[in-house]
C-alpha cells in the first residue's frame, strides 16, 4: 500500500508562506489523484486542495486564490504552496490518494506536517 511522508510545516506570521511536501511511496502515484487535506484542533480532517493525475487543481474556496496544488510525478510527490496564511489555517497537513468521483481516500494516512500561523 502507498505511504506519505509529509514534510515543510512550520510557524509562520499571518501572511506569510509555506510550501509543504508529500512523497509517496509506490509506483501507482502518477497514476492517481492526489489531495491535501487540513486538520484544525479539535475538528475533523477535511479537504482543501486536489490534483488530477495529469495535473489539473481544484479547491476548496477557503484556499482558493490563496494556496496552489502542484505534483512532480517523476519525484513522486506532491507540493502544496500556501500564501497569505491566516491564523484559522492552522493546523495538522496530510496527503493522500483519492479517487475524484466521490473524495474517498486511497490509502492510510502519514504523521501530517504542522502549521501554525501565529504573530
Known amino acids: 500500500q502507498v505511504q506519505f511522508v509529509e514534510s515543510g510545516g512550520g510557524l509562520v506570521q499571518p501572511g506569510g508562506s509555506l510550501r509543504l511536501s508529500c512523497a509517496a511511496s509506490?509506483?501507482?502515484?502518477?497514476?492517481?489523484?492526489m489531495a491535501w487535506y487540513h486538520q484544525a484542533p479539535g475538528k475533523q480532517r477535511e479537504l482543501v486542495a486536489r490534483?488530477?493525475?495529469?495535473?489539473?487543481?481544484d479547491y476548496q474556496d477557503s484556499v482558493k486564490g490563496r494556496f496552489v496544488i502542484s505534483r512532480d510525478n517523476a519525484k513522486n510527490t506532491l507540493y502544496l504552496q500556501m500564501n497569505s496564511l491566516r491564523p484559522e489555517d492552522t493546523g495538522t497537513y496530510f496527503c493522500?490518494?483519492?479517487?475524484?468521483?466521490?473524495?474517498?481516500?486511497?490509502?492510510?494516512w502519514g504523521q501530517g506536517t504542522q502549521v501554525t500561523v501565529s504573530s
Open positions: 493522500n490518494g483519492v479517487y475524484w468521483a466521490t473524495n474517498t481516500i486511497r490509502g492510510s
Open positions: 490534483i488530477t493525475s495529469a495535473g489539473s487543481p
Open positions: 509506490g509506483s501507482e502515484f502518477a497514476r492517481v489523484a
